[in-house]
């Protein structure tokens, strides 16, 4: 049974940080990417930041500068460091682990709420 369980989430004011965690079971987390997704009410789930099982990184423009994804294999965890707060960053945020193909090895975690006010 896979598990992808995210915590760190939280109300933060403008400006502020914030660290996600992502801790996984029941996949071999080497073989995975790890990616962080979210959603805003009334919008679209849109792709936050992304890490290969070889480290390589990927980030939204939006995020660009301001949030950074890092992974621990032997930990099976995953994080989203997230600084310089804006409230457009409010949303839930999920975690997501694919390896290809992605039909068939998709996982979610169940999202955890960040709210930035102003």
């Known amino acids: 049974q896979v598990q992808l369980v995210e915590s760190g989430g939280g109300m933060v004011q403008s400006g502020g940080s914030l660290r996600l965690s992502c801790a996984a079971s029941?996949?071999?987390?080497?073989?995975?990417?790890m990616a962080w997704y979210r959603q805003a009410p009334g919008k679209q789930r849109e792709l936050v930041a992304s890490?290969?099982?070889?480290?390589?990184?990927n980030y939204a423009d939006s995020v660009k500068g301001r949030f950074t994804t890092a992974r621990d294999n032997p930990k099976n965890t995953v994080y989203l460091q997230m600084n310089s707060l804006k409230p457009e960053d409010t949303a839930v945020y999920y975690c997501?682990?694919?390896?290809?193909?992605?039909?068939?090895?998709?996982?979610w975690g169940q999202g955890t709420q960040v709210t930035v006010s102003s």
């Open positions: 890490i290969t099982n070889g480290g390589v990184t």
């Open positions: 029941g996949i071999i987390f080497s073989f995975y990417v």
């Open positions: 997501n682990a694919y390896r290809f193909p992605r039909n068939l090895n998709d996982y």
